[in-house]
C-alpha cells in the first residue's frame, strides 16, 4: 500500500504528488559538459537578442527523410495572409509521420526549455511550413501573444524552426528583430529593423514566445520547407488539441518526452488529471 502524503500548507502543493508517474526530468546526468557548455552559451544569446541560430544540426539523410515524409502530404496553400495564401502548411504532423518527433526533443533545443520553463512543459503546436515561390512577407508577430497579458514580460512560450531547406534572404528565410522581446506594448508593422535569418539546411532559430518576427518573402524559384515545434509553460493551454488529434498508436510510438509534452504528465499537484489520476493511466499497455 502506498504511504500517505501529508500537506501542511498550499506550499507543499507545488511539489509531485504522484507515486509512480513522477514529473519528466531531462536526463542531465547524461548531458556532457561540452553539451552543457553550448547550452549556456545559446541560453545567453538567446536572452541577449530574443533569439539563437544553431547551425548544422541534422545530416543530408535525416533532412531527406523528413522531405521524403512530409512533402507529400502538404496540401493546399493557406487561408488567409497569416498562414500564408502561398504557403503549405502542414497541420497535426505527430499523427502523420514520425520523422519530427527527435526535432521536437531535440538535446539543444530541450536544454534551452529546461532553463527557461518549469518542468512539464508542454509542445504547444507543430507544423510543417511550405513557403511557395511568389509567396508575399508574413505580417510581423510574436507567438505567444495570444495569451492576454501585458508586455514587457517573461516569455510563456518558445519556438524552433528548423530550415529543411536552406534560408536566404531570397527564398523566405524567417525574419527577426533583435532585441524585441523586450518591447512594451507596441505593435509593430515597421519591417526596417527586421534581419533574415539566413542559414544552412539542418540549422534551427530558437526564439522566445516574446520576440517579433515572420516569414520572409519568397522571390525565389523554389519552395522553403521548414518544420517548427512552437513549447508552453505546463500551466498555459497549449494551441493544438493533442488529446484528440493523436491515437493510442501514436502515443505508443512517440519518445517518452514528446509523450510527456503532447500532455500525458501533471502539473502539480493536479493539473492534467484524468479521473483524480495521471494521464498516462489511460494509455494502453506498454506506457500505462
Ligand atoms: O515560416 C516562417 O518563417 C515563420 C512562420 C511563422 O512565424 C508563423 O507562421 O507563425
Not at 508586455?151 to 534572404?169: K, L
Not at 493536479?270 to 489520476?277: L, R
Amino acid at each position: 500500500m502506498t504511504k500517505t502524503k501529508n500537506i501542511e500548507s498550499i506550499v507543499d502543493l507545488q511539489h509531485d504528488l504522484a507515486n509512480k508517474h513522477k514529473a519528466f526530468q531531462s536526463d542531465n546526468n547524461n548531458v556532457s559538459d561540452s553539451l552543457k557548455a553550448q547550452i549556456a552559451k545559446d541560453f545567453d544569446e538567446l536572452q541577449k537578442n530574443g533569439f539563437v541560430i544553431i547551425t548544422n544540426l541534422l545530416s543530408e539523410s535525416e533532412l531527406n527523410a523528413i522531405r521524403n515524409a512530409t512533402l507529400p502530404l502538404l496540401g493546399d496553400a493557406g487561408r488567409n495572409n497569416f498562414e500564408g495564401v502561398m504557403t503549405q502548411r502542414l497541420y497535426s504532423v505527430l499523427e502523420k509521420t514520425r520523422v519530427i518527433d527527435s526535432l521536437a526533443v531535440h538535446p539543444r533545443i530541450t536544454g534551452l526549455l529546461d532553463k527557461l520553463f518549469q518542468p512539464n512543459y508542454l509542445l504547444s503546436q507543430a507544423q510543417m511550413i511550405n513557403i511557395l515561390p511568389g509567396e508575399a512577407a508574413q505580417p510581423l508577430h510574436y507567438d505567444d501573444g495570444f495569451y492576454p497579458v501585458p508586455r514587457p514580460r517573461e516569455p510563456f512560450g518558445a519556438a524552433s524552426i528548423w530550415a529543411i531547406d536552406e534560408f536566404t534572404e531570397e527564398n523566405g528565410a524567417t525574419v527577426f528583430i533583435p532585441k524585441s522581446h523586450m518591447f512594451g506594448q507596441e505593435i509593430i508593422t515597421d519591417r526596417s529593423t527586421t534581419i533574415p535569418l539566413v542559414m544552412p539546411a539542418g540549422s534551427v532559430v530558437f526564439f522566445l514566445g516574446t520576440t517579433w518576427h515572420g516569414g520572409g518573402a519568397n522571390h525565389s524559384q523554389h519552395s522553403r520547407l521548414a518544420a517548427t515545434c512552437q513549447y508552453c509553460e505546463p500551466w498555459l493551454r497549449p494551441q493544438e488539441n493533442f488529446f484528440l488529434e493523436l491515437s493510442q498508436k501514436t502515443l505508443q510510438e512517440i519518445p517518452q518526452q514528446l509523450l510527456s509534452m503532447v500532455g500525458y504528465s501533471i502539473h502539480p499537484p493536479f493539473m492534467g488529471m484524468v479521473n483524480g489520476m495521471h494521464p498516462k493511466r489511460t494509455l494502453s499497455d506498454s506506457k500505462k
